[in-house]
Nanobody
């Protein structure tokens, strides 16, 4: 299983970014996908999730600004981030959980850095 995030960078407050997470090594269309973020000195925080059928859920802190989506043909999950705020600055991670026998194992990408600054 491999998850590779991209699309992070420096953006001004109020700006937009689209993060991508390219997945491989498992049947992407059969698993829910999630985005998390972690700012320095803080715990990792769940941001958004998307189910197999496309049902989405987002954290209250980003609701109305962030949108998660997936392209099963490309085995990629996206996070469209609009109206970015300074408090959105963090390392953003892609996540999935794969059932392996009787164990469900989480997998993480290496992260992509989002910096929000003027």
């Amino acid at each position: 299983v491999q998850l590779v995030e991209s699309g992070g960078g420096l953006v001004q407050p109020g700006g937009s970014l689209r993060l991508s997470c390219a997945a491989s090594g498992f049947t992407f269309s059969s698993y829910a996908m999630r985005w998390y973020r972690q700012a320095p000195g803080q715990e990792r925080e769940w941001v958004a999730g998307i189910g197999v059928g496309g049902y989405t859920v987002t954290a209250d802190s980003v609701k109305g600004r962030f949108t998660i989506s997936r392209d099963n043909a490309k085995a990629t999950v996206y996070l469209q981030m609009n109206s970015l705020k300074s408090e959105d600055a963090a390392m953003y991670y892609c996540n999935t959980e794969i059932r392996e026998g009787v164990v469900t194992r989480p997998y993480w990408g290496q992260g992509t850095q989002v910096t929000v600054s003027s």
